[in-house]
């Protein structure tokens, strides 16, 4: 009787990474395929983080950032009035600088925005003007 070894054999590692690369190569066809749409959906997740930032902002605030003080607010205490008492060590983002969208441009952010919210975040898509089809159309956080 032979004890029972663990591990895998050098064969089964191959076959798995084998298995990897090809399903890495079908992704990243697919993305390189749709470079448009692939921004489109990183404009969207940012546009998710900056609202869930700035939702957390006004729990601990009490109030949204003013538009004067803009999404700047989310990274740095605001200079500003109103000036919050209680503002993290860290800030609301991930990092000291508000995210750029994509395309390198600014977010730009509406206090309130166009259909009467408290505000509106918005990229202008791969054309950088407003309105707009297909990548080029403006991506709002009233949307979704």
Not at 84 to 113: A, C, H, Q, T
Request: aromatic fraction near 8%; include cysteine.
């Amino acid at each position: 009787m032979h004890p029972m070894r663990g591990g895998f054999t050098l064969i089964e590692i191959l076959v798995v990474v084998l298995i990897i690369s090809i399903l890495a190569g079908i992704v990243g066809v697919s993305v390189l395929r749709h470079p448009g749409e692939a921004k489109v959906a990183a404009a969207k997740l940012q546009i998710k983080n900056i609202k869930h930032a700035l939702k957390l902002y006004r729990m601990e605030q009490n109030l949204f950032p003013t538009q004067e003080q803009g999404l700047e607010a989310l990274c740095v205490r605001p200079t500003l009035a109103p000036v919050p008492e209680r503002y993290p060590e860290d800030g609301y983002l991930d990092s000291r600088k508000v995210p750029k969208d994509p395309w390198n441009r600014d977010f730009i952010y509406m206090v309130p925005g166009r259909q009467n919210e408290p505000y509106e975040v918005i990229c202008y898509g791969s054309d950088g003007e407003a309105g707009g089809t297909n990548d080029a159309a403006d991506i709002s956080s009233s949307v979704f």
